[in-house]
């Protein structure tokens, strides 16, 4: 059973026996409290504890509430402030609300108006720092387990057993196996699941790019940023974070990923200040990692830092068994979402998605599907609506040509070396699989690539 993590209120109240009075109620609420006496005090723990929620009082030691405030906020700009006071008005109400505070309430404390206002706040906050990003929040959550194979069913074991670690977890597996889905399914199923889920494809970003959308940037740090920027880690404080192809995150941003990792620190461009965030990344990519971290491509210290639980998701290839499941499913949704008949498919059109090698993957399985069901004229799918993008000549033959898969499979890799010119590297991109794994299969069919040249 999932236990959601309790929400941290700081109290900022110097009189002993309100905050006292505060600090029971909320643990009784089960919230979390840390206190605070003074604006000072304030500041420190704003940025040390991270709260989920400020309670500040408005006359304070050495100032009030409305100073404290804008130094609050330009420490943290997305935890919520509730004001409290007993000098009441609406002059001053209106002029909290302008600072920066969104709830305002007088004394003496009406408890179970306070709970009521804490949790809408909350509530409120966390849907703000959802639309932050776009394609969070309402995205299904889908099941990544379909399928009856053993790697499959290992898959789930271990992805169920580290689910609700906050430990940083590397999913590796060829381009379309659904690594993003096994990643939302994480968040899903862990204590973070109430907060948000953010996730940035770091394939072809620039250096410069990639630290301004995960750290954020102040007003002037370089040409163009003409107003300041919270980032995605910010955005996602208390949730989790997807890098996905984390292999293509430069060298000179890694460092300072390691820092989060390690410190649960960052700075944003053009600024001196540590910020705190508090995270679970989850790193996703197809490429080889160890042959990166070789080639120094890759710092072993972060390699060593984010493969603390890896997750394997298994080729379409290597699990034909869990394709009739799939395509059932997938069939399911897409009919579900055009708003037609459920569709089926024949045991030939069964046998033609079984013997497919599908280099794409679960994304290019949905993809002939989906042609299918757009073209299909009848309630039964054919193996003629089936057509499957693919730049071979071997891709014409028929089924029967083929004795089994694994000649199926040589045959289709023979033709891409032959199309590369007997070159590996470019071989395994094409076919969407790790150079590592092209290496294995070349050994396994005793493929020479030396002589796929100008064949």
Not at 176 to 197: D, I, M, Q, Y
Not at 385 to 412: G, M, Q
Request: glycine share 6%.
């Amino acid at each position: 059973m999932k236990l959601p993590q309790k929400d941290r209120i700081l109290i900022v109240e110097d009189e002993p026996q309100t905050s006292q009075v505060l600090r029971d109620f909320f643990r009784h609420k089960n919230c979390e409290t840390i206190t605070a006496g003074s604006c000072a005090e304030a500041e420190d723990v704003w940025e040390s504890a991270l709260p989920d929620l400020a309670i500040l009082d408005y006359a304070l030691p050495d100032g009030n509430g409305l100073d404290l405030i804008p130094r609050l906020r330009a420490i943290n700009q997305i935890i919520p402030i509730i004001i409290l006071t007993g000098h009441g008005s609406i002059d001053l109400a209106v002029k909290a609300v302008k600072l920066g505070a969104e709830q305002f309430l007088t004394k003496p404390i009406d408890l179970e108006l306070l709970w009521v206002t804490v949790q809408k706040t909350l509530e409120n906050n966390r849907n703000h720092k959802q639309q932050l990003v776009a394609k969070v929040g309402k995205k299904q959550i889908l099941n990544p387990f379909l399928g009856s194979s053993g790697q499959i069913r290992k898959l789930q074991d271990l992805a169920l057993k580290i689910a609700h670690a906050d430990n940083p977890v590397l999913i590796l597996g060829e381009t379309g196996t659904g690594k993003g889905v096994l990643a939302r399914w994480l968040h899903h199923n862990s204590t973070r699941s109430s907060e948000p889920f953010v996730d940035l494809n770091c394939a072809g970003l620039s250096p410069e790019l990639l630290e301004s959308e995960l750290f954020g940037h102040e007003r002037g740090a370089f040409t163009g940023a003409v107003q300041m920027k919270v980032g995605l880690l910010e955005i996602a404080h208390k949730g989790t974070v997807l890098l996905d192809e984390i292999g293509d995150v430069d060298i000179q941003v890694q460092p300072k990923l390691l820092k989060v990792l390690e410190d649960k620190q960052f700075r944003r461009l053009g600024d001196t200040r540590e910020r705190k965030v508090d995270i679970r990344l989850i790193a996703a990519t197809h490429r080889d990692m160890s042959q990166l971290v070789h080639e120094n491509k890759f710092r072993a210290d972060l390699y060593f830092r984010i493969n603390m639980i890896p997750l394997v998701v298994p080729p379409l290839r290597d699990r034909v068994q869990d394709i009739g499941p799939l395509a059932e499913n997938i069939l399911a949704n897409i009919t579900e979402g055009l708003g037609r008949g459920p569709l089926t498919l024949n045991a030939k059109a069964l046998e033609s998605l079984r013997v497919y090698s599908w280099p794409g993957n679960v994304r290019e399985l949905r993809n002939v599907l989906e042609r299918a069901v757009l073209l299909a004229e009848d309630s039964v799918l054919t193996e003629t609506d089936l057509h499957f993008d693919v730049h071979l000549n071997t891709s014409a033959l028929p089924i029967s040509h083929f004795k089994n898969l694994d000649e199926l499979e040589r045959k289709y890799i023979e033709e891409i070396l032959v199309q590369e010119n007997g070159r590996v590297e470019s071989a395994a991109k094409r076919l969407g699989m790790p150079r590592s794994s092209l290496y294995h299969k070349l050994k396994q069919f005793q493929i020479d690539p030396s002589g796929m040249r100008s064949r």
